[in-house]
């Protein structure tokens, strides 16, 4: 069973936004606050990349191509965290992934959700 499921992508003209949500039903609820989660980003032919992560308290960090544009947030108590895109580009084209990091260096991955910006 996936441990996080990814919601929220499709299609949008530039200038729009969307918002991609994150859930682990199935975590226990300590581990879903204690850790750091993220959204990474895979355009076609290129790398994964960070996107935003949250950690514990609420701490976020940003690549600087979406700074001011894109907000990520956590519900705790509904083991969810969402991502706020606005103001979206054609290079924000591509799936993004929802992460979680345990501090021995596990990792959990979504299935991903694709996000295509026109323009």
């Known amino acids: 069973q996936a441990q996080l499921e990814e919601s929220g992508g499709g299609l949008v003209q530039a200038g729009g936004s969307l918002r991609l949500s994150c859930r682990a039903p199935?975590?226990?609820?300590?581990?879903?606050?204690?850790?750091?989660m993220g959204w990474y980003r895979q355009a076609p032919g290129k790398e994964r990349e960070l996107v935003a992560n949250?950690?514990?308290?609420?701490?976020?960090n940003y690549a600087d191509s979406v700074k001011g544009r894109f907000t990520i947030s956590r519900e705790n108590t509904r083991r969810t965290i969402h991502l706020q895109m606005n103001n979206l580009r054609p290079e924000d084209t591509g799936v993004y992934y929802c992460?979680?990091?345990?501090?021995?260096?596990?990792?959990?991955w979504g299935q991903g959700t694709e996000v295509t910006v026109s323009s």
């Open positions: 992460s979680h990091h345990f501090p021995d260096g596990n990792e959990y």
């Open positions: 199935r975590m226990i609820l300590s581990t879903f606050i204690s850790n750091t």
């Open positions: 949250i950690g514990y308290g609420g701490v976020t």
